[in-house]
């Protein structure tokens, strides 16, 4: 794990709906105008250092996880699985137009429907499994694990920067430091491929947590590769009321909030500044987890 100075920052955006027109050309308006809920950029301060983990959950660790302490997985518990890719699967023909076949029982975090290595990601995880996967950990440990909070979270991906991404504003630069949707990806979505980034980053799928360059905290993939939950409640109106020190979310709600992208994201929605939502019980084929160690109080 890394660790994380305490600090301050600007969390959230000022864009204009033209800068964005400019930088992403090729998007509907309404997607340039529905991110309401990244506004308004405010100070935050996070008061205390935390560790961060260097890199996503991989697939071996999970592993060692279910087989050493016994827990069962939502996917496999509630037998409704997850999602997963399938190449002979059609959206258009389902009543959801997902872009993933699920919840099926043959996915799950085991099996996204591609190959992956310990050294993946794990996928197909949900938020219960996360504070699962914590909770063991800290009594392994003797120490206090949990999901970073949303602040920390973006805190963590800026690293000091102010841009859109941790390397920039430029949306083709992310094909260096991020495995998003581009070129690689591309052929396997065929209708999706105008919102694909030119570039390749290499992979069509998910990439071994430490193929791309960390970011100024040392810190991989905070953007790209898979979605991160964090332990903060979603609320579109959360930043107009947010205090200052170490916000913390609402004190209740029905969706939790996840950041950083994935390898199947577009550009305009792996900015640091993005929010995007699930319930607790969502399991899907993009998201994944990465932990927040707490710091041991000085005696």
């Given at each position: 794990?890394v ?12 864009e ?5 027109k ?6 509907e308006?309404?997607?340039?105008r529905d991110l ?8 935050v ?6 560790y961060?983990g260097k ?14 302490s ?9 037998q ?6 399938n190449p ?10 997902d ?15 591609f ?13 219960n499994d ?5 909770a063991?950990?800290s ?5 206090h ?28 630069g992310l094909?260096?430091?991020a ?8 052929p396997y ?7 694909a980034l030119?570039g390749?980053?290499g992979?069509?799928f998910t990439?071994?947590?430490d193929?791309?360059?960390p ?5 991989h993939?905070?953007v790209?590769?898979a979605w991160?939950w964090?332990?903060d ?14 916000p913390?979310g609402p ?5 939790k909030?996840r950041?950083g992208?994935?390898?199947h ?16 019980t969502?399991?899907?084929t ?14």
């Open positions: 794990m660790l994380i100075p305490a600090g301050e920052f600007l969390m959230g955006t000022d204009s709906l033209a800068s964005l400019q930088a992403y050309p090729d998007y308006e309404r997607r340039l309401d809920d990244e506004r308004p950029r405010h100070k301060r996070i008061t205390r250092p935390f961060l890199h996503l959950v991989t697939v071996g660790q999970f592993a060692r996880f279910v087989a050493q016994g827990y069962v997985p939502e996917s496999i518990r509630d409704t699985g997850g999602y997963g890719y002979g699967y059609d959206p258009e023909k389902t009543e959801r137009k872009a993933f076949e699920g919840r099926n029982p043959q996915y799950s975090w085991k099996t996204p429907g190959p992956q290595g310990d050294d993946h990601p794990v996928l197909n995880v949900t938020w996360a504070q699962a996967l914590a063991w950990l009594e392994k440990e003797k120490a694990y949990r999901l970073p909070t949303e602040a920390e979270w973006e805190y963590a991906c800026r690293a000091g920067s102010t841009t859109r991404y941790p390397n920039g504003d430029d949306p083709e094909s260096f430091i495995n998003t949707f581009d070129a690689d990806a591309a979505w065929p209708r999706l491929a105008g919102h030119k390749h980053d992979f069509a990439s071994p947590v193929s791309f360059p970011n100024a905290f040392g810190v993939d905070m790209g590769n991160e964090t332990a409640w979603y609320g579109e109106d959360t930043y107009a009321r947010s205090p200052l020190a170490d913390q004190a209740s709600g029905q969706t909030v950041r992208g994935s390898w994201t577009w550009a305009l929605y792996a900015r640091c500044a993005f929010r995007n939502w699930n319930t607790p969502t399991r899907y993009l998201v994944g987890i990465r932990l927040v160690r707490d710091v041991t109080p000085s005696r």
